[in-house]
């Protein structure tokens, strides 16, 4: 007798109690991951405090930069590590999580599931709609900035320390690498 297997979605897994790493779907299937380590976190973090203090000074929107459920579809759903929603756009943010692709989502590279961030991601960020994608490497110690235009990210540059991160969805943003790639870890 076969089993039969069907795709989950934010309902099946919206009371779940809280967990210490993430929860995301991917084309249905649950996808659990560890906490992240101490560099990782300290890097969101860091990035928190410097993108969040440009989004609140220039009154673009809202940053969110801890476990926040992004819906993009029925059977794709994302906890990144941080996110922007602009102004304009704050419709899509619901009480415990955003039905929608924000403006700007930022990742921290792991080692342990790279493909993850630029692979899987990468793609279905793209696919539902997120117009600005960044990807902070330990590894390189630097940031890319991926633009999206009609269905597939545009590189918009890559910086490394005493370089300026690139952003359209941030605007006037003045961020060298440097400030968050810390190495104390």
């Known amino acids: 007798m076969g089993v039969a297997v069907r795709k989950l979605s934010w309902e ?32 969101c973090s860091l990035l928190a405090i410097e993108l969040g203090l440009h989004v609140r000074t220039k009154m673009l929107g809202l940053l969110f930069s801890s476990a926040v459920h992004v819906i993009l579809a029925k059977h794709t759903h994302y906890e990144p590590d941080l996110c922007f929603v602009a102004s304009g756009r704050r419709s ?76 359209r969805a941030l605007p006037e943003l003045q961020l060298d690498p440097a400030q968050v790639l810390a190495e104390d870890f």
Do not use: C
Not at 120 to 144: C, M, T
């Open 92 to 167: 899509i943010v619901q009480e415990s999580y955003i039905e929608g692709p924000p403006d700007l989502i930022v990742e921290v590279i792991s080692e342990s599931n790279r493909s993850h961030d630029t692979v899987v991601k990468f793609r279905d960020y793209a696919r539902y709609g997120v117009r600005e994608y960044w990807l902070v490497d330990p590894r390189e110690n630097l940031i890319s900035t991926w633009r999206l235009e009609a269905d597939h990210y545009e590189l918009l540059g890559r910086a490394a320390s005493g370089g300026q991160v690139t952003s």
């Open 12 to 43: 099946d897994i919206k009371d779940f109690p809280e967990s210490p790493g993430r929860t995301e779907i991917v084309d249905g299937e649950l996808i659990m991951s560890p906490t992240a380590g101490n560099r990782h976190q300290r890097m």
